[in-house]
């Protein structure tokens, strides 16, 4: 049954399986030392033009989050987020199993305002009880947000300012950083985001490669021991090359950003033709997530026919629901979903 | 250069890689729920015989010891392990980043034996602070154990007693377990060990697989949500089907055990190759991992022509190295490493 | 200087210290197992008429909350709170330091209403998400609240019936519980707390003991191995006689209940003069805590005479403050601060 | 019935409960923030010659080293400490819970010896996978020791050495350091602990306060937001000043030091009594801990008349109990004993 439900339903782009094989005998040391690995980090150090960065890759999202956060934050911090943030909701606790508070703070389509941070850090260091509560050691926000929504060039840049006044890093999830980047509205470059922030992190998982993400320290500031981190997180792959190969593969002449691309477009046509069928949107989002509002009869037929996320009721007859589109997304994908609504 | 640094060096057996080709651009759900993973968990339930056997995928042995040892424990409990074990010694504290401590008990060629568990917990429940102390709540022991020996299936039998018992649950970690079944000196089964233990792990990083290892809770006895606390753990990928798929390839028609041979055969050869030249073992290996004794000069010479590891000094002018030979290691690997002795 | 800014300025109640003096020589066993622990737990049991109640003695409020909660939780559940919750904001992330999430809700006065914790539970089990996000594993509340207001009977016996149909416990954190017993405007005893939680603490520290805090599990329901979780989280007080000592007394001829009304005596007196010197409240408050809203300036110059907590900002030219009465307050030291307004 | 169970079987140090009872109805500021810890804090200071120390309060021994461990180790470190130490076996694994192993060597009569420490802290850093390992952190000894032996000036000052060699804090547990300090057979003075420890604390539940200890960070070196680390671990006292009354009692006019003379007598003179009856000890212990081996026959007479502990079986006849002498002990109390004998 065709599906819209993630941008994780398909293997991995073929040239990285492509490689997979014709690599596949070589012998390779573990846990990332390996020719693989250095060739992509120095190929991201590129494409961020930050030449000074610590690259390390690991292999899923909330395992990223959970050891920067852990390894970035000292006891008595916690990390601040968005409400609807990943870390907050829908991570399982994996930063508390670690012994740190989410701060979670109020959010609007899924952003992080920097007045709302600033507010808050001037507020915590105002309060006479600060001593009794935790410290915010770090700001967290997503890159599409799980709203599908973007920072401006401008948003990122206020929130790194509020971080440096405050000497806090600031930490960028990107699980979905392609589809962000190759978006057709935004101003926003890689390399803005490895000035801005003072580490984040490029997603594979979810553009095109098998699993793995790509964290970059962007200033020189990787944790200490950091590998010894990972490993004590249980994130540390034994054939660390498979990561190095995947993101070597994608940073060779531009492919992490020509498939985004075209998942940028399929979202495009995708949401062109609602539009045109006059189905209302939860919110408009310019990345690969698309929020529809559908009627629940509607909802009913089509789920049957169709993979796509129930996201949240509207009201008792329209219920909202998201469909992703990925670098695995064809036109005829497109259309056929088109047909059925 | 030719290595025999570890199980780890190459990728992975080349029917995973076909089968991951084929089915790459299917559309499945994430997160495990996904045809595969239910194939594989049948056909390793069967492999088994137990039919009522709760199977899980993770992605990497420390991961997987760390969230099945946190999910079983209560918090006043710890792991009890021999001093050599992984869990105390090579995974960076993940257990104990978990709340829990490693109860390490003396070893004998890695091996933990039932007499050793039994006086320990007799005596815990005898010491009258035995309220101010980590109570004993779980055995670990790894089976090759780090040292390539193997459990007999009486000392596993006698484990199990001393466990029943006490009501603790025994736990066998298996990141080698195919070496140590299809080992020419073993009388021990995977029924045996489904039957013996609580719950073991079926290594596949180690062996064929490009990752992933397979939990099994053999008495339908999985910790409650334990998809919840594999995804707090930082450990549930999100294109889950990619251990199903391994492991279903891997468990049809006993690939798992054909290639788990070819590594037994080889060690075989490369151990009968050092006993023609005389050299001394550190220890009598059964399995995949053989320790050599070597002159330091030879050692030296050696280390630029070829992959090991170094274990440890033995005197002033010898040391032992460990050569691992795998399911991709080859006659010819093995009579070009003999040639440089 | 004349202070009115905590419940905790004092010493104890002079009850306590006469048999401080008169047992010192005693010699007792130590961590909990001496004659004046039964004693003081045959009363309490009596007092709040649970007989089958399991009772433990703590040195404070956070370590009380910290111990409970993580004894109580799976690993995967997080703790239900007000989000003005004590745990939530004020014990340094005491809570996140032991693996758990604090899930807060929307608070009204300083309360959780049975209804906003019903719709949480009920949208978590139907979120088909919620695999992924931490599970509600309790309910916690404090009575008398952080904002000084209380729980009606109703209202109890409404978030009891919440917790029972999602068979999570109820916990009730009774820093002030002296206080609020004997308001003059509520309709709930001690035995209905014991009746409609299914843990809670009754508090020394803030009523009349130089520390100590009483943990009730209503339901024989404490936590396997409980003293060694004590122990573990550094909460087990050696001289463990001193605690029973302290509630011994305090529960001898109903002493807790006369000195917490004479709190609750002061603070009518205090909020009486406030009123008639036409000082508005920032709540309204049955308890020992009044938050009265000052001009600026007057809050200045009373700063210099009197010891009180700056609580927050109301508008430019006004702030409210809090004053909080205790067993130790005298009518003198309310005319006293009356005569300063 | 006369008890030699322990050190902690009274209350206080009369000294200590006439200024509890002298100054209760002051009002002082809460957690710690009052003139009795400031007082205290210089005293220590001085007694120290250690002007430039930091000094905390904390209520007892396993939560001062699990909040101290904790506030000074990094992510991937743990503690080293003695097999037989207080955080490896009597804590109920409170330094896991923070999420740091106990790294345990091999102890002689209870103390870890610099040779020991420094063979380990070289061969971690000369092994090829100490990447995979947790790194030592810092090293924790006791003074006296679990089983009542002394360091000499010497032993300290190379443990000193060691750690200096490697950057990595010594921490001293003194939780019974005044008998220490004033056994007869000791060249350490408590200027030699300040000057040779990062970070030390001194006992004061067992050594004539109610309960309470004072942590000496002696180079200016106490963790960041400290004050927020303690309220974390729920090791905050509200009346803080209840500590900082009692050390300032213990450190005025030399106290502290004579009481614990008065316990080092009395075990002097149960010692020279226990030799004329020609029973053998355990161990030549020079504090107030003595260790007997009585026949198993005295043993059950004997407890039926006054309290001790039972420490380990010797042979099959024969079992090493603990005789504890404390401030409070009298030579009647001895000689009571020893006619039981």
């Given at each position: 049954?065709?599906?819209?439900?993630?941008?994780?339903?398909?293997?991995?782009?073929?040239?990285?399986?492509?490689?997979?094989?014709?690599?596949?005998?070589?012998?390779?040391?573990?846990?990332?030392?390996?020719?693989?690995?250095?060739?992509?980090?120095?190929?991201?150090?590129?494409?961020?033009?930050?030449?000074?960065?610590?690259?390390?890759?690991?292999?899923?999202?909330?395992?990223?989050?959970?050891?920067?956060?852990?390894?970035?934050?000292?006891?008595?911090?916690?990390?601040?987020?968005?409400?609807?943030?990943?870390?907050?909701?829908?991570?399982?606790?994996?930063?508390?199993?670690?012994?740190?508070?989410?701060?979670?703070?109020?959010?609007?389509?899924?952003?992080?305002?920097?007045?709302?941070?600033?507010?808050?850090?001037?507020?915590?260091?105002?309060?006479?009880?600060?001593?009794?509560?935790?410290?915010?050691?770090?700001?967290?926000?997503?890159?599409?947000?799980?709203?599908?929504?973007?920072?401006?060039?401008?948003?990122?840049?206020?929130?790194?300012?509020?971080?440096?006044?405050?000497?806090?890093?600031?930490?960028?999830?990107?699980?979905?950083?392609?589809?962000?980047?190759?978006?057709?509205?935004?101003?926003?470059?890689?390399?803005?985001?490895?000035?801005?922030?003072?580490?984040?992190?490029?997603?594979?998982?979810?553009?095109?490669?098998?699993?793995?993400?790509?964290?970059?320290?962007?200033?020189?500031?990787?944790?200490?021991?950091?590998?010894?981190?990972?490993?004590?997180?249980?994130?540390?792959?034994?054939?660390?090359?498979?990561?190095?190969?995947?993101?070597?593969?994608?940073?060779?002449?531009?492919?992490?950003?020509?498939?985004?691309?075209?998942?940028?477009?399929?979202?495009?046509?995708?949401?062109?033709?609602?539009?045109?069928?006059?189905?209302?949107f939860l919110i408009d989002s310019p990345t690969n997530q698309q929020?529809?509002?559908?009627?629940?009869?509607?909802?009913?037929?089509?789920?049957?026919?169709?993979?796509?996320?129930?996201?949240?009721?509207?009201?008792?007859?329209?219920?909202?629901?998201?469909?992703?589109?990925?670098?695995?997304?064809?036109?005829?994908?497109?259309?056929?979903?088109?047909?059925?609504?």
């Open positions: 049954m065709l599906s819209f439900e993630s941008d994780y339903t398909e293997g991995a782009h073929e040239a990285i399986l492509k490689r997979l094989v014709e690599t596949n005998r070589e012998q390779t040391p573990g846990y990332g030392a390996d020719p693989y690995c250095e060739a992509a980090k120095a190929k991201i150090a590129a494409a961020c033009r930050c030449p000074e960065a610590d690259i390390y890759f690991l292999t899923g999202g909330t395992q990223t989050n959970q050891t920067v956060i852990d390894s970035l934050l000292e006891n008595y911090e916690g990390v601040v987020a968005a409400e609807s943030g990943h870390v907050n909701v829908h991570e399982a606790g994996a930063i508390e199993l670690t012994g740190h508070k989410v701060l979670a703070l109020a959010q609007k389509e899924g952003k992080l305002a920097a007045e709302t941070v600033s507010a808050y850090l001037k507020a915590f260091y105002e309060d006479g009880s600060h001593e009794h509560m935790v410290f915010p050691g770090m700001v967290y926000i997503s890159h599409p947000t799980e709203l599908g929504t973007l920072y401006t060039k401008a948003e990122l840049a206020a929130l790194s300012r509020v971080c440096g006044e405050y000497k806090i890093p600031l930490y960028l999830d990107g699980a979905r950083l392609g589809y962000g980047l190759m978006s057709l509205d935004t101003d926003v470059t890689l390399e803005d985001i490895a000035r801005f922030c003072d580490v984040f992190y490029i997603g594979g998982t979810k553009v095109g490669a098998l699993f793995g993400e790509a964290v970059v320290f962007t200033k020189n500031n990787a944790p200490r021991q950091f590998v010894t981190q990972i490993k004590q997180h249980g994130a540390l792959l034994a054939k660390g090359r498979l990561l190095g190969l995947q993101f070597d593969t994608l940073f060779t002449d531009g492919l992490y950003f020509t498939i985004s691309r075209q998942a940028i477009l399929m979202a495009d046509r995708l949401k062109k033709g609602l539009k045109e069928k006059k189905i209302p929020f529809a509002v559908l009627e629940n009869d509607t909802l009913r037929r089509l789920s049957s026919q169709v993979g796509f996320s129930v996201w949240e009721p509207v009201d008792e007859n329209h219920t909202a629901v998201r469909f992703a589109t990925s670098w695995a997304t064809t036109a005829e994908m497109v259309d056929q979903l088109l047909a059925l609504l």
